[in-house]
């Protein structure tokens, strides 16, 4: 319970960093908040990343519209 709640702290702090520093007309709030999320050390790094690798892909299923998400996103800057 302790880490739901850690990562909920983690992905609400992300997302007022994606509304402080939202690029007009390239990547929306949502998407910078996940490339940050991403970025920040913690746990949902490295659960994300343990998902990532188990061989049982289901274990990603709980990733899977934060990766779109944060895979949309990168797809976009790499435009740029």
């Not at 920040?40 to 343990?50: D, I, V, W």
């Not at 998902?51 to 996103?73: G, W």
Request: aromatic residues 12%; glycine residues 4%.
């Amino acid at each position: 319970y302790q880490s739901i709640q850690s990562v909920e702290k983690m992905a609400e702090n992300a997302l007022s960093f994606g509304r402080e520093h939202k690029v007009k007309n390239i990547i929306s709030p949502d998407q910078i908040a996940s490339i940050h999320l991403y970025s920040q050390a913690g746990s949902f790094y490295r659960k994300l990343n343990e998902a990532l690798r188990d061989a049982n892909r289901k274990t990603c299923a709980p990733f899977l519209e934060y990766l779109k998400l944060f895979i949309n996103a990168i797809e976009t800057l790499g435009e740029y």
